[in-house]
Every structure is written in C-alpha cells, then in structure tokens.
C-alpha cells in the first residue's frame, strides 16, 4: 500500500522560505511525477509544481519564479521550497502522487498546514 | 494556461437525487480530466480519471463523461457520505489546473 508522509515548518514569517518534504512508503519509487498541492483556508485547489525520479520538473507559471521542488530517490523523498512567503501563501499543503498514466492524484499525504504571519 | 470552470459553485439537493456538476476547460484536453471529491479536513480523493474511468473501489452512482472542453460528473441517487466538495482537474504533459470546485449542500 502506497503512503505519503509528509512534514514542515507550520509557521512562518512573512518573507521567510516555507520547506517541506514528503516521504513515499510502498509501490514504485519510479514512473511517477510527484506533486504539490496547496488549498487556503476556506478555498480551493492551487496545483504548485512537480518532479519525478530522474529529477525532471513541472511548475505552475503563477509560482515558478519562486518554486523549487527537489528528489532524494535513495531516501524515496521529494521536498519543497517556497521562498519568499507572504500570507497569501497561508494554507494546507499537500503532496500527491500522479498516477493513472501521470493524468491524476490517487495517493495524497495528510497535509500540513501552513501560517505565513508577520 | 488552461483554466478550469466549474458549475455550479454550490448545489443543493436530497439524499435520493441525482446531480451532475460541469466542468469546462479553457482549451482542449481530450480526456485528460479527473474528479476528486473533498471532505473538510481531509485530503482529497480521486473518484474518476481520463474523463469517465471509475477509480477502484469508488462506488458505481459516480460516473463521468466528456471529452474536448466539456466534461461532467454525474451522482445517482445521492447519499448522505456524498455531501462534499467536488473538484475537476486538467493535466496536459507539462501543467496541471484545479476547478474553483463545487460544494455539495444537503438541501
């Protein structure tokens, strides 16, 4: 069974860079892009960027200048930078796996919420 | 970059019903659209991928359709469990958009 752990800072300031990672238990390592996902409180899905095990990435054109997403397939982790937060980058953040010949999310973790604060 | 549209914003309706929930994309993407449905609180769930493939173990009152631009999720015989949040999502080779989602309100 696939899971996805996934752990960070949960308060920031504003200016600050947000940093998480996600650990994958079970199934391949390989063969998938893995993903962020954010959602602010009370609002919907923001898609943030993605990588797969060779290292090869994806973002989304509203984030790119500030994203970076990184592999470590020996320790089967991806992690996530965000740098220059502000409190419109407060939410929960969420690694997924894209599966389903990489068109859609079928493990997701348990989130984390982030508070960006001044 | 391909917006995503999702109508209604809100939808309110009896265990029993059956409701659809569109979803339009801003450009072609085939079938490359996927359902989620959220839960507060909890991370969401895949319930339907490439338009209309019902994901293991996600009950068979969910059914997508469409193709292109217009696509839609169609509940049958909505049950109390059903009453969520509902997501649409594109993936194109290199970027992936969400729907503003819709909520599903017991009425």
């Known amino acids: 069974q696939v899971q996805l752990q996934q752990w960070g800072a949960g308060l920031l300031k504003t200016s600050e860079t947000l940093s998480l990672t996600c650990a994958v238990y079970?199934?391949?390592?390989?063969?998938?892009?893995w993903s962020w996902v954010r959602q602010p409180p009370g609002k919907g899905l923001e898609w943030i960027g993605e990588?797969?095990?060779?290292?090869?990435?994806n973002y989304n054109p509203s984030l790119k200048s500030r994203v970076t997403t990184s592999v470590d397939t020996s320790e089967r982790r991806i992690s996530l930078r965000l740098t220059s937060v502000t409190a419109a980058d407060t939410g929960v953040y969420y690694c997924?796996?894209?599966?389903?010949?990489?068109?859609?999310?079928?493990?997701w973790g348990q989130g984390t919420l982030v508070t960006v604060s001044s | 970059d391909i917006q995503m549209t999702q109508s209604p914003s809100t939808l309110s309706a009896s265990v029993g019903d059956r409701v659809t929930i569109t979803c339009r994309a801003s450009?072609?993407?085939?079938?490359?659209l996927a359902w989620y449905q959220q839960i507060p609180g909890k991370a969401p769930k895949l319930l339907i991928y490439?338009?209309?493939t019902l994901e293991i173990g996600v009950p068979s009152r969910f059914s997508g359709s469409g193709s292109g631009t217009e696509f839609t999720l169609t509940i049958n015989s909505l049950q109390p469990d059903d009453f969520a949040t509902y997501y649409c999502?594109?993936?194109?080779?290199?970027?992936?958009?969400f729907g503003q989602g819709t909520k599903v309100e017991i009425k």
């Open positions: 450009q072609s993407i085939s079938r490359w």
């Open positions: 999502q594109q993936y194109n080779g290199y970027s992936r958009t």
């Open positions: 490439k338009a209309s």
């Open positions: 079970g199934g391949s390592f390989s063969g998938f892009y």
């Open positions: 990588i797969n095990h060779s290292g090869s990435t």
């Open positions: 997924a796996r894209a599966g389903r010949e990489l068109s859609s999310f079928d493990y």
